[in-house]
Nanobody, 115 residues
């Protein structure tokens, strides 16, 4: 059974930082492309950042230069370091694993950027 468990969300002031973590089980993690998506209230889910098994990354234009995705295959974990957070980054952040053409999702973690 595949499980993705996110952690690290919370309330932060504008300009602050958070690091999200997603621990995976039930897959050969090093073979999966993993990423982070977000969904703001009333909006569609959108890609934030993604990293392939070869560690090729891509980012949404809105987060380039502020967010960094990384993976630790020994810990079956993907991270999202978020700096210079803005109110418009407020959303539920979901972890995703693309594993042999199957998509798996975590339950999400809330990130709120507000003063």
């Amino acid at each position: 059974q595949v499980q993705l468990v996110e952690s690290g969300g919370g309330l932060v002031q504008p300009g602050g930082s958070l690091r999200l973590s997603c621990a995976a089980s039930g897959i050969i993690f090093r073979s999966a492309a993993v990423g982070w998506y977000r969904q703001a209230l009333g909006e569609q889910r959108e890609l934030v950042a993604r990293i392939t098994p070869d560690r090729i990354t891509n980012y949404a234009d809105s987060v380039k230069g502020r967010f960094t995705i990384s993976r630790d295959n020994a810990k079956n974990t993907v991270y999202l370091q978020m700096n210079s957070l803005k109110p418009e980054d407020t959303a539920v952040y979901y972890c995703n694993a693309d594993y042999y053409q199957n998509d798996y999702w975590g339950r999400g973690t809330q990130v709120t950027v507000s003063s």
